[in-house]
C-alpha cells in the first residue's frame, strides 16, 4: 500500500487518460468542453506532482520517487498541456489523440524515474506505441509514411535495448540497474559480453534520445507528423530520454565512467555539430525545428556527464525552458499551416500576422540562447556548470554552436520581417484558434518571464535537488 | 526606485503600450516615441545634475537587485564619470533618432519604435552594469533590435549586413562569455567592482589568456583592424537612425569594455599587449583613411572614416598613460557627435535624392545654404580642426601616443592630414562643386524640425571645442585610476595630468 501512495501521481496520470477517453466519447462533439475538461486535469497532473515533491522513496523497487523526478513531471505536464491544446484545435484529428498525448506522458513519467531495466522497457514503450499512434493519426499518407518510419526504426532501436537488457539478464540474474553496477565491481563476470549489452542499451536509448549517429528518423518523423505531435516528441519524449540517461549513467555505470564518459563526449559534440550544421541547410521550418531538437540533445548530454545535484538541476531547468519555447515555435507552426511547412510560407508574416510573427520570434531568439529570454538562462546555467566542471573544450564548441545556430533561426525571422509575402493565391487566412492561442501565451508568457526573472524558479528547483 | 534603474527600464517598459497603438496612426506613433525618449533624455540629466563630481572615479547610483541566484550574480548597476557622459550621449543620440526619423520611416512603424527603445535601454545598461554577467546581457540583448533596424529598414544590401554583423559579434560574444564564465569559476563573483581587485593577483599567464579572449570580443565591437569587414556594411546599409547609433554608441561599446574590463582587470597583460593595439590601431588609422579617400558612396565613406576615428581611440587607449585616456574617453563623445551629424546629413540627403553616390551631389552650398553650413561644421569636427570638439580628443590621443612611443605618434599625425584630404574631397565634391543637376538646384533646405537635429550636435561640437573642461573633468579622474592601476610606479604621470583637471582649468591643449 505505502508503494501505492508513493505513485500517486501516476496512477492519477493513468486514471486521467482513461477519464479522457471515456468523457472525451461523451463530449467529443463540443471541443471546447473537452479543452476545459483537458486544462483542468493537466492543471490537477501538475498540482499532484507539485504535492508529491517531496514524498521520496523507492516503489515496488523499480522506480525512484525523488524531487528530481517529480520535477520532470511538471515539464511533462507543461508540455502535454501545451501540445493538447494545439491538438484539440486540429479539427481534422479525432479527440482520441488525446489519449494518447496522455498514455505518453504517463510513459514518460515512468521513464525519468525507473531504476529497473524491466520497468524501462515497459515505460519506453508507453511512450513510444503512443507516439506511434499519434504521428500516423490523420491517416493521410504523409502521417502514415512517418509514423511506418518511426515504428520501424523505434522497434528497431528497441529490439536493441532488449537484446542487451537479455544479456545483462543472463549475465547478472537481475534487472536492477544497481545490478550493472556490482557485476563491473565484482570479479569473475566476462567483462567483454557486459560492455556488448550495455552497448546494445546505449543504441537503443540514444536513438530515443536522437542523438547522432542514431538521429535520422527525427526530421521525417517531424515533417509527416501534425505540429502538436511533433511538439510533444521534440519536448517531452526527449526531457524523459535524458532524465532516464542521467539515471542510467549515475546509478548503472557508476564505477567505471571514463568508458562512457568518452563516448558521451564525442556524442555530444556530433549531436550539436551535425544538428546544427544540417538545420542551416533546411529549408522547411519543421524540419529545421527537428534539427534544432537535435542540437538542443547535445547540450543537454553535458549535465549528464557532469552528475551531481547541479546538473540535475540543470536539466530540469532547461528542460522546461526548451519545452516552453519549443512547444510554442510548433505552436505558432500549427497556426501558420501544418502543411505550409515551407519556409517560403512564412514572408511577410509580421505583416499579415504581425502578433505571431513576433511571439514566433521571441521563441526563435529564445531557443537561440539570446537575452534576456529564458533560452539564455537555460543556456547560461548549462554551459557555465560545464566550465565548472572542466569541461571547457565542450563548452566552447557548444558556445560556437550557439552562434551556428542563430544563423537558422534569425533566418526565419528574416523571412518573416524583411521578405513580402510571396503571391500565393490559394493561401489560407490565418487565423490562431482559441486553445492555440492560450497555449502560445502562456508559453511566450513564461519564456519572457523567466528571461527576466529566472530567480524564483530556479530557487525552487536547487532548493529541492 | 533609483534614477538609474530608472533610466534603464524606462525604454523597456515604454515598449509595451507601442503593441497597443495601431499602426497607421502616425503621428501618435512619433510624438509618443520622441516624447519618451525626451522623458529619458531629462531623466539621464537628472544623473548629470545629481552626479558628485568629486568622487567621479566612484561607482554612484547603485543599484542592486536579486536576479540569478546560486551563483551571486544580480542586478547591480552604477555609473562613474566615463559611463556618466556615455550614457547621456545615448539618451541624446536616441531622442535626436527618432526626430529625424518621423518622414524618413515609412513601413513597420510601431517595429521600428520599440527596436528603438529596447536598443537604447540595452545600451544604457551596458555602459551601467557592474555585474559582468549583467553587462553581457546588455551587451548581447543589443544584438537584435540592431539587427532588426538594418534589416528591416536598411538600404539594398541589408540582408548581408544584418547577417554579417550578428554573426560577427555573436562570435566574439563566445569568447567574452568564456571569459566572464572563467572568472566566476575563479573567484566566484560577477561583480566587477569584487573581479576588478581580485583579477590583479593573477599570475601573467592566465591574465594574458584573459585578457587575449575579452579584448577580442570588444575589438570586433570598436572595430579594429583586421576585425572591421561588417563594418562598412552594417553602416552603409542601415537606416539613418541606425546608423547613428551604431556609429555614435556601439562603436563606444567595445572602448569601453576595453576600458572597463581588459585595462583595470589584466593591468599586466594590458602592458604586454597595448603596443600590439596601438599598432593595429595605427593600420586601422592609415587603412581607414585610404579606404575612405576611394568610396563613392556617401554613407560608406562616413563609415570607413569610422574605422579611422575608431584607430585614435584606441591608439590613445592604448597609450596607457593619462593623456591618451583622457584623449580615449573624450573621442569617443566627440565621434559619437560629428559621425553621429555625418550619417544625420547623409540621411537628410538621401531624403531627398535617394541616392547616397557622391557624384550626384554638387553646388549644394548654393542650394541648400543651411544644410551646409551645418555640414560644414560637423564635417570639420571630424577632421579636427582645431576649436571643434575632434581637436581636442585627437590632440589628447596623440600626445598620449607621443608619450609612450614617438613613432606612433608621427604615423597617427599622418591620419589626421589624411582624414583632412578625404573628407575635404567628399565636402568638395558635394557642396562646392558646380551645381549642373537640376534635382539639386531644387532641393529643400533644412526644414525647422532638422535644424532641431542638428543645432543641439554643433552646439556640443563647439563647446568641447572651445571648452572642454566641461566634460574631460568627468572622466579625468577614471582615466588617473586606469594609469595607476597599470603603472603604479609611475606617479608623477598623475601630477602631469593636473593640466586637465578642475583645480587649474586651463584647456588641455595649449
Same mark, same amino acid.
Given at each position: 500500500m505505502t508503494d501505492l501512495y508513493l505513485v500517486v501521481p501516476e496512477l492519477y496520470a493513468a486514471g486521467f487518460a482513461l477519464v479522457y477517453l471515456l468523457i472525451g466519447l461523451l463530449i467529443k462533439r463540443w471541443r471546447w468542453l473537452i479543452g476545459i475538461l483537458t486544462l483542468a486535469g493537466l492543471a490537477g497532473l501538475f498540482c499532484v506532482s507539485l504535492a508529491y515533491m517531496t514524498v521520496s522513496g523507492i516503489a515496488f523497487g523499480m522506480l525512484v520517487l525523488s524531487p528530481f523526478g517529480r520535477l520532470l513531471d511538471l515539464v511533462f505536464a507543461v508540455a502535454a498541456i501545451i501540445s493538447l491544446l494545439i491538438y484539440l484545435d486540429m479539427k481534422d484529428l479525432p479527440y482520441e489523440g488525446g489519449f494518447f498525448l496522455l498514455a505518453g506522458t504517463l510513459g514518460a513519467m515512468l521513464l525519468a524515474k525507473c531504476v529497473d531495466f524491466v520497468m524501462l522497457f515497459l515505460a519506453l514503450e508507453t511512450l513510444s506505441f503512443s507516439l506511434y499512434a499519434l504521428v500516423s493519426l490523420r491517416g493521410t499518407r504523409r502521417d502514415a509514411e512517418a509514423g511506418?518510419? /518511426?515504428?520501424?526504426?523505434?522497434?528497431?532501436?528497441?529490439?536493441?535495448?532488449?537484446?542487451?537488457?537479455?544479456?545483462?539478464?543472463?549475465? #547478472?540474474?537481475?534487472?536492477?540497474?544497481?545490478?550493472?553496477?556490482?557485476?563491473?565491481?565484482?570479479?569473475?563476470?566476462?567483462?567483454?559480453?557486459?560492455?556488448?549489452?550495455?552497448?546494445?542499451i546505449g543504441i537503443g536509448l540514444l536513438f530515443k534520445a536522437s542523438a547522432v549517429p542514431?538521429?535520422?528518423?527525427?526530421?521525417?518523423?517531424?515533417?509527416?507528423?501534425?505540429?502538436?505531435?511533433?511538439?510533444?516528441?521534440?519536448?517531452?519524449?526527449?526531457?524523459? @530520454?535524458?532524465?532516464?540517461?542521467?539515471?542510467?549513467?549515475?546509478?548503472?555505470?557508476? #564505477?567505471?565512467?571514463?568508458?562512457?564518459?568518452?563516448?558521451?563526449? /564525442?556524442?555530444? @559534440?556530433?549531436?550539436?555539430?551535425?544538428?546544427?550544421?544540417?538545420?542551416?541547410?533546411?529549408?522547411?521550418?519543421?524540419?529545421?525545428?527537428?534539427y534544432s531538437a537535435i542540437a538542443h540533445a547535445g547540450y543537454l548530454f553535458i549535465p549528464v556527464m557532469i552528475g551531481g545535484p547541479w546538473s540535475t538541476s540543470t536539466i530540469v531547468l532547461?528542460?522546461?525552458?526548451?519545452?516552453?519555447?519549443?512547444? %510554442?515555435?510548433?505552436?505558432?507552426i500549427a497556426v501558420v499551416g501544418d502543411e505550409r511547412t515551407s519556409i517560403n510560407s512564412y514572408k511577410g508574416l509580421a505583416k499579415s500576422r504581425p502578433l505571431t510573427a513576433f511571439l514566433l520570434t521571441l521563441f526563435l531568439l529564445s531557443l537561440a540562447g539570446i537575452p534576456p529570454l529564458a533560452g539564455f538562462i537555460a543556456k547560461f546555467y548549462l554551459f557555465a556548470d560545464a566550465f565548472r566542471s572542466g569541461l571547457t573544450s565542450l563548452a566552447i564548441i557548444g558556445l560556437i554552436n550557439g552562434v551556428i545556430s542563430a544563423y537558422y533561426y534569425l533566418r526565419v525571422v528574416v523571412y518573416m520581417y524583411m521578405m513580402e509575402p510571396e503571391g500565393e493565391p490559394e493561401a489560407p487566412r490565418l487565423r490562431a484558434r482559441f486553445w492555440t492561442a492560450i497555449a502560445i501565451a502562456l508559453a511566450a508568457a513564461a519564456t519572457v518571464y523567466l528571461g527576466f526573472f529566472p530567480g524564483p524558479l530556479v530557487d525552487f528547483i536547487r532548493g529541492l535537488l | 526606485m533609483e534614477l538609474l534603474t530608472a533610466v534603464i527600464l524606462l525604454p523597456l517598459a515604454a515598449t509595451v503600450p507601442v503593441f497597443f497603438l495601431p499602426e497607421k496612426a502616425r503621428r501618435t506613433l512619433w510624438t509618443y516615441a520622441i516624447v519618451v525618449s525626451g522623458i529619458e533624455l531629462l531623466l539621464s540629466l537628472g544623473l548629470l545634475w545629481w552626479f558628485d563630481l568629486g568622487r567621479a572615479a566612484d561607482f554612484q547610483f547603485h543599484g542592486q537587485a536579486y536576479w540569478l541566484p546560486g551563483i551571486n550574480s544580480?542586478?547591480?548597476?552604477?555609473?562613474?564619470?566615463?559611463?556618466?557622459?556615455?550614457?547621456?550621449?545615448?539618451?541624446?543620440?536616441?531622442?535626436?533618432?527618432?526626430?529625424?526619423?518621423?518622414?524618413?520611416?515609412?513601413?513597420?512603424?510601431?517595429?521600428?519604435?520599440?527596436?528603438?527603445?529596447?536598443?537604447?535601454?540595452?545600451?544604457?545598461?551596458?555602459?551601467?552594469?557592474?555585474?559582468?554577467?549583467?553587462?553581457?546581457?546588455?551587451?548581447?540583448?543589443m544584438l537584435v533590435p540592431m539587427y532588426f533596424l538594418i534589416g528591416i529598414w536598411g538600404h539594398e544590401n541589408k540582408l548581408y549586413a544584418a547577417f554579417k554583423f550578428i554573426l560577427y559579434t555573436m562570435a566574439g560574444s563566445v569568447l567574452l562569455l568564456s571569459a566572464i564564465i572563467w572568472l566566476y569559476i575563479q573567484f566566484g563573483t560577477f561583480d566587477l567592482i569584487a573581479l576588478t581587485q581580485a583579477t590583479r593577483g593573477l599570475?601573467?599567464?592566465?591574465?594574458?589568456?584573459?585578457?587575449?579572449?575579452?579584448? &577580442?570580443?570588444?575589438?570586433?565591437? *570598436?572595430?579594429?583592424?583586421?576585425?572591421? #569587414?561588417? &563594418?562598412?556594411?552594417?553602416?552603409?546599409?542601415?537606416?539613418?537612425?541606425?546608423? =547613428? &547609433?551604431?556609429?555614435? =554608441?556601439?562603436?563606444?561599446?567595445? =572602448?569601453? %569594455?576595453?576600458?572597463?574590463?581588459?585595462?583595470?582587470?589584466?593591468?599586466?597583460?594590458?602592458?604586454?599587449?597595448?603596443?600590439?593595439?596601438? *599598432?593595429?590601431?595605427?593600420?586601422?588609422?592609415?587603412?581607414?583613411?585610404?579606404?575612405?579617400?576611394?568610396?563613392?558612396?556617401?554613407?560608406?565613406?562616413?563609415?570607413?572614416?569610422?574605422?579611422?576615428?575608431?584607430?585614435?581611440?584606441?591608439?590613445?587607449?592604448?597609450?596607457?598613460?593619462?593623456?591618451?585616456?583622457?584623449?580615449?574617453?573624450?573621442?569617443?563623445?566627440?565621434?559619437?557627435?560629428? #559621425?553621429?551629424?555625418?550619417?544625420?546629413?547623409?540621411?537628410?540627403?538621401?531624403?531627398?535624392?535617394?541616392?547616397?553616390?557622391?557624384?550626384?551631389?554638387?553646388?549644394?552650398?548654393?542650394?541648400?545654404?543651411?544644410?551646409?553650413?551645418?555640414?560644414?561644421?560637423?564635417?570639420?569636427?571630424? *577632421?579636427?580642426?582645431?576649436?571643434?570638439?575632434?581637436?581636442?580628443?585627437?590632440?589628447?590621443?596623440? *600626445?598620449?601616443?607621443?608619450?609612450?612611443?614617438?613613432?606612433? @605618434?608621427?604615423?597617427?599625425?599622418? %591620419?589626421?592630414?589624411?582624414?583632412?584630404?578625404?573628407?575635404?574631397?567628399?565636402?568638395?565634391?558635394?557642396?562646392?562643386?558646380?551645381?549642373?543637376?537640376?534635382?539639386?538646384?531644387?532641393?529643400?533646405?533644412l526644414s525647422l524640425r532638422e535644424m532641431l537635429v542638428l543645432s543641439p550636435l554643433v552646439l556640443f561640437i563647439i563647446w568641447i571645442g572651445v571648452y572642454p573642461q566641461t566634460f574631460l573633468r568627468y572622466t579625468d579622474p577614471v582615466s588617473a585610476n586606469i594609469v595607476q592601476l597599470v603603472n603604479p610606479e609611475i606617479p608623477a604621470q598623475v601630477d602631469e595630468t593636473r593640466v586637465v583637471s578642475p583645480e587649474t582649468r586651463e584647456v588641455s591643449h595649449d
Open positions: 511506418i518510419k /518511426y515504428f520501424v526504426l523505434g522497434a528497431f532501436s528497441s529490439a536493441f535495448l532488449l537484446m542487451g537488457i537479455a544479456l545483462l539478464y543472463a549475465l #547478472t540474474g537481475s534487472f536492477a540497474f544497481s545490478a550493472v553496477a556490482s557485476a563491473f565491481a565484482a570479479p569473475g563476470y566476462n567483462i567483454g559480453l557486459l560492455i556488448a549489452a550495455l552497448s546494445f542514431f538521429h535520422f528518423w527525427t526530421p521525417d518523423v517531424f515533417e509527416g507528423a501534425a505540429a502538436p505531435v511533433a511538439g510533444y516528441i521534440a519536448t517531452a519524449s526527449k526531457v524523459a @530520454a535524458f532524465g532516464l540517461l542521467l539515471s542510467v549513467f549515475t546509478i548503472a555505470f557508476p #564505477t567505471n565512467p571514463d568508458l562512457w564518459w568518452g563516448l558521451l563526449w /564525442y556524442a555530444s @559534440a556530433l549531436t550539436m555539430f551535425v544538428g546544427n550544421t544540417a538545420a542551416l541547410l533546411e529549408k522547411s521550418v519543421k524540419r529545421m525545428l527537428a532547461y528542460g522546461l525552458v526548451y519545452t516552453l519555447m519549443t512547444g %510554442g515555435a510548433f505552436a505558432v | 544580480s542586478f547591480h548597476v552604477g555609473i562613474d564619470g566615463m559611463s556618466l557622459l556615455l550614457i547621456l550621449l545615448t539618451t541624446f543620440l536616441t531622442f535626436l533618432g527618432f526626430l529625424s526619423s518621423t518622414r524618413y520611416i515609412e513601413t513597420k512603424r510601431k517595429e521600428y519604435i520599440i527596436s528603438m527603445l529596447v536598443m537604447e535601454a540595452a545600451m544604457v545598461g551596458v555602459f551601467s552594469a557592474l555585474d559582468a554577467l549583467l553587462f553581457f546581457v546588455f551587451w548581447e540583448a599570475p601573467i599567464s592566465a591574465q594574458e589568456i584573459l585578457f587575449l579572449a575579452m579584448t &577580442l570580443a570588444f575589438a570586433i565591437k *570598436v572595430p579594429l583592424f583586421p576585425f572591421h #569587414t561588417w &563594418l562598412p556594411h552594417a553602416h552603409a546599409e542601415a537606416p539613418t537612425a541606425g546608423s =547613428v &547609433l551604431l556609429a555614435g =554608441v556601439l562603436l563606444k561599446m567595445g =572602448v569601453y %569594455g576595453l576600458l572597463r574590463f581588459s585595462f583595470p582587470m589584466f593591468p599586466e597583460a594590458a602592458k604586454v599587449f597595448a603596443p600590439w593595439l596601438a *599598432v593595429l590601431a595605427l593600420i586601422g588609422i592609415t587603412y581607414g583613411a585610404l579606404m575612405t579617400w576611394v568610396q563613392t558612396d556617401l554613407k560608406r565613406l562616413i563609415a570607413y572614416s569610422s574605422v579611422a576615428h575608431l584607430g585614435f581611440i584606441v591608439l590613445g587607449a592604448s597609450s596607457l598613460n593619462q593623456w591618451g585616456l583622457q584623449g580615449a574617453m573624450i573621442q569617443m563623445v566627440n565621434h559619437g557627435l560629428s #559621425t553621429g551629424g555625418l550619417f544625420f546629413i547623409a540621411g537628410m540627403l538621401y531624403e531627398r535624392r535617394h541616392t547616397r553616390d557622391l557624384s550626384a551631389f554638387g553646388g549644394l552650398a548654393k542650394a541648400v545654404p543651411r544644410l551646409s553650413v551645418l555640414f560644414g561644421i560637423i564635417m570639420l569636427s571630424s *577632421v579636427g580642426l582645431p576649436g571643434l570638439n575632434g581637436f581636442v580628443g585627437e590632440f589628447l590621443a596623440l *600626445v598620449g601616443a607621443f608619450k609612450s612611443n614617438v613613432i606612433w @605618434a608621427g604615423v597617427g599625425a599622418t %591620419g589626421i592630414i589624411l582624414a583632412a584630404v578625404y573628407l575635404l574631397t567628399m565636402f568638395q565634391k558635394v557642396v562646392f562643386s558646380k551645381l549642373e543637376n537640376e534635382e539639386n538646384a531644387r532641393m529643400k533646405d
